[in-house]
């Protein structure tokens, strides 16, 4: 569980879709989050996915769960100035413990 | 309903030197977590409290860093001595707890600098 990865940067247009992807490693982890942090701020939760699901829709979040692959996505539909932040993937291992991935920073450009 | 707090929001200290963080979660909550979250990487648990008992600190260096939970409220992080590496945003998180989805709450956090 402690190979939680994240590309570190993505660069898109406003009113572009963004997709971040996570690779992690614990099979038996139930839960995956997304989690969003702006300058300054905590860590705020976006979103989840129950392992036994594929996809997950929220607004303009979609979450893909490639259980096989090991494979997380978060697309964000529309993507506003107000996105940019760095988001994060985390895997509930065990109970109620988490790894984290290293963060994708995400800007969008105007 | 009030978020996590912590404080202080920020502390320059030099190596060698003790250093101490203060959180206060959020009412009701009874899981807490001590994150360190150095520059340009993610979260790292430190340790973990179910109310007032320790639930996992398997990756608290133990040797420098201490922390306690009194009566399963507030809690309180210690670094003594510093060092160099310490750096670092020292997030608390605060849950209900239990089985199910986990949603976790974070405070604001206190940026160390080591110099």
């Known amino acids: 569980g402690e190979d939680v990865e994240q590309s570190l940067f993505l660069s898109v247009r406003e009113g572009d879709s963004s997709v971040i992807n996570c690779t992690y490693t614990d099979s038996s982890s139930t839960y995956l989050y997304w989690y969003k942090q702006e300058p300054g701020a905590g860590l705020q939760l976006l979103t989840y996915i129950f392992s036994n699901m594929d996809m997950k829709q929220d607004q303009r979040l979609t979450v893909l769960l490639n259980k096989k692959d090991k494979h997380l996505s978060l697309r964000i539909a529309d993507t506003q100035t107000g996105d940019s932040a760095i988001y994060f993937c985390?895997?509930?291992?065990?109970?109620?413990?988490?790894?984290f991935g290293s963060g994708t920073k995400l800007n969008v450009k105007p | 309903e009030a978020g996590v707090a912590q404080s202080p929001r920020y502390k320059i200290i030099e190596k060698r030197q003790s250093v101490a963080f203060w959180c206060n979660p959020i009412?009701?909550?009874?899981?807490l977590y001590w994150y360190q979250q150095i520059l340009g990487q993610g979260p790292k648990l430190l340790i973990q409290f179910q109310n007032n008992g320790v639930v996992d600190d398997s990756q608290l260096p133990k040797d420098r860093f201490s922390a306690e939970r009194l009566k399963g409220v507030d809690s309180t992080l210690k670094i003594q001595p510093a060092k160099l590496e310490d750096s670092a945003v020292y997030l608390c998180?605060?849950?209900?707890?239990?089985?199910?989805?986990?949603?976790?709450?974070f405070g604001p956090g206190t940026r160390l600098t080591v110099t």
């Open positions: 985390a895997e509930e291992y065990n109970f109620n413990k988490f790894y």
């Open positions: 009412s009701g909550h009874a899981t």
């Open positions: 998180a605060s849950s209900l707890g239990g089985s199910g989805v986990y949603e976790q709450y």
